[in-house]
């Protein structure tokens, strides 16, 4: 028990937060760690989207005095990064793939092509002309 | 006939209140009976009407109290009756104190129960005593003819109990019984079937093997033996979650055919519900009239500066606001009380920057001030 508790410290960089680390296997459906991260990423980012709007529109415009939009600036940068739109990466849902992805149907176009064959997209069809 | 069985097998508490309900009702009707006589045709038959309400009225409230009871009684039977860890040590304790106890010899012992049972019969105590006594160490003594008139007692006894049960066995029984006997009976087919392995491997003769006696010395006291003490202990949320989902599925039938399937789906919302309505899901908000969504001055009235950037900048979010048809006017109206909430924090700030002046505020402050007057 001793030593379990000296691991957890060492990996835990803040050691004034007690935080248990958990050393178990953690399983899930998803198919690698950057789409968990993408996954978690897209959560927060639909939580904060509101408050984030109301501060950027405080900061972008010129109505309201400097010294209010300073502090906008400085509210809007307090916010966890993994609450930015922009670090949202369009991976494929089925495969994780990065690039190749058909935004509409949100595969890869290798899936995509699979779907397509085996008449699983509506309106989709093998193009001839 | 059912009926009066049921009550006969009542408890008395219950039989009582039972047989109130019951004079009750005779009585009203008894009086109905009595008032109808004197009056006309017309009131007989209406008061003959009541009187069969009521008796229905008393009947329903019989039926009603003993469904009551008999659902207190199968509550009461589901507690859980779960095996207690037996102590053992207690036993071996209690054993051993019995037996300091009970050290008087066999014969004191037949003596001291002779006298009991002769007091319990009166009369002349101790000559009844000594017979007793008498008849039962002659017994002890043994005489041949004695001795086989009980073996045969008993042996009467017991074809008298192998044939009643042989009268009553049911087929399970007899199956039980036949099982049982297998197993009493000494295997030696199987012994030979099975390979003597063991016999073939040397064992190990050098370890020494300590005999651990689990119970020979005093518990620690760690655990206490009341099952009340126990907890759930370790809670497995998703094993449950899943032990759930699994019994849903094996109660609900999967679709049979594809129409059941398109059924699914409609409700589920995934296929269009047809005639097609192209606001199919925004029915709350068809109950909306569109001046909420628009007009969103209403919301900055109490708090807003009726001059200045403030004023200026809220009526530009309001403009914005009034624009979007995606959000619900829960969403809009809490959006500006947002940016209320944002300014009152910043007040000091704002009128040291001069973003809000009194002069702004003047109406404002008036109209307060007279609603305080």
């Known amino acids: 028990m001793n030593s379990l508790k000296l691991i957890s410290n060492l990996l835990s960089h803040n050691l004034n937060t007690f ?50 939009r300073e502090i906008a600036d400085k509210e809007i940068a307090a916010f966890p990064l993994n609450s930015t739109p922009l670090r949202i990466n369009k991976r494929c849902v089925v495969t994780s793939r990065p690039r190749g992805v058909v935004n509409r149907w949100r595969v890869s176009r290798i899936v995509f092509r699979h779907l397509a064959d085996y008449n699983k997209l509506s309106g989709v069809q093998r193009a001839m002309w | 006939m059912s009926r ?53 009225e008393a009947l329903d409230k019989l039926n009603k109290l003993l469904l009551t009871m008999t659902e207190d009684d199968v509550s009461s039977k589901t507690k859980l009756n779960l095996a207690q860890p037996t102590n053992k040590r207690q036993k071996k304790l209690r054993e051993k104190q019995d037996f300091k106890e009970s050290k008087a010899t066999p014969t004191e012992t037949l003596v001291n129960a002779a006298n ?90 050098d370890v ?65 519900k047809f005639p097609i309505d192209n606001e199919q899901g925004l029915e709350e908000e068809k109950k909306v009239y569109f001046t909420d969504h628009v007009f969103l001055e209403k ?21 914005g ?17 947002w940016f209320r909430e944002y300014f009152k924090d910043k007040l000091e700030l704002l009128q040291e920057t001069g973003a809000i002046q009194e002069t702004d505020l003047g109406k404002l402050h008036a109209d307060q001030k007279q609603s305080e007057h």
């Open chain 2, 4 to 56: 009066i069985y049921l009550i006969t097998h009542l408890p008395n508490n219950i039989k009582n209140t039972f047989h109130n309900v019951r004079h009750r009702t005779l009585q009203k009707v008894s009086l109905c009976t009595s008032s109808s006589s004197s009056s006309d045709d017309d009131t007989k038959l209406q008061k003959k009407v009541e009187e069969k309400k009521k008796s229905k």
């Open chain 2, 321 to 337: 606001l009034s624009k979007n048809p995606y959000l619900t006017v829960e969403a809009k109206k809490e959006h500006v009380l």
């Open chain 1, 19 to 68: 935080r248990t680390v958990n050393l178990q296997q953690i399983r899930t459906k998803w198919v690698n760690r950057w789409m968990i991260r993408d996954v978690k990423r897209r959560q927060l980012a639909t939580e904060l989207a509101p408050a984030r709007l109301r501060v950027n529109s405080l900061r972008r415009n010129d109505i309201l005095p400097a010294e209010l």
């Open chain 2, 299 to 319: 919301h900055l009235e109490p708090w807003c500066p009726l001059k200045g950037p403030i004023r200026h900048f809220m009526e530009l979010v309001c403009v």
């Open chain 2, 208 to 272: 020494v093997v300590e005999k651990i006696s689990l119970f020979g010395s005093e518990p620690l006291g760690i655990f206490s033996p009341n099952q009340n003490d126990l907890t759930e202990g370790v809670v497995n949320k998703t094993w449950n979650h899943l032990y759930d989902k699994d019994l849903k599925l094996a109660v609900t039938h999967p679709p049979s055919n594809y129409f059941q399937q398109m059924i699914l789906w409609t409700e589920q919302k995934k296929i269009w």
């Open chain 2, 116 to 205: 009991n049972v002769a007091e319990s019969i009166g009369g002349d105590v101790k000559q009844t005593q000594s017979e007793l006594l008498m008849k039962l160490l002659n017994v002890a003594n043994g005489d041949a003819t004695v001795n086989t008139n009980l073996k045969d007692l008993v042996k009467g006894m017991k074809i008298d109990q192998e044939s009643a049960q042989g009268a009553g066995l049911s087929k399970a029984q007899q199956v039980r019984q036949i099982l049982q006997e297998q197993s009493k009976a000494p295997r030696r087919k199987g012994d030979m079937a099975k390979p003597r392995s063991k016999s073939a491997k040397s064992p190990k003769r």
